[in-house]
């Protein structure tokens, strides 16, 4: 069992659907180029976000990915 359940830990953020948007408890809103919920797959990450950009590097350009996730 996860530590974050072990002690009892809740889910302090919610995605805003259809917006790439977090909410952060009740009174703040950050906005992203992409958002994911929590059941979203790595599949659905990458082919969103990063198949492109591997795409580029092979034609001669540079990209980074930043990812944060818990």
């Known amino acids: 069992m ?3 359940k072990i002690e009892g830990c809740h889910v ?3 995605v805003t659907p ?3 948007q977090v909410l952060l408890g009740k009174d ?3 906005t992203y180029d992409y958002v994911f919920d ?3 797959q790595q599949e659905q990450l990458y082919q969103a976000c990063v198949h ?3 795409e580029g590097c092979f034609e001669g350009y540079h ?3 930043v990812a944060y996730g818990q």
Do not use: N, R, Y
Request: net charge neutral; hydrophobic share 45%; proline share 5%.
């Open 2 to 4: 996860a530590k974050e």
């Open 12 to 14: 302090c953020t919610m």
């Open 18 to 20: 259809g917006e790439p």
């Open 28 to 30: 703040k809103a950050f």
């Open 38 to 40: 929590i059941d979203s």
């Open 52 to 54: 492109k950009l591997i």
């Open 63 to 65: 990209a980074t990915v």
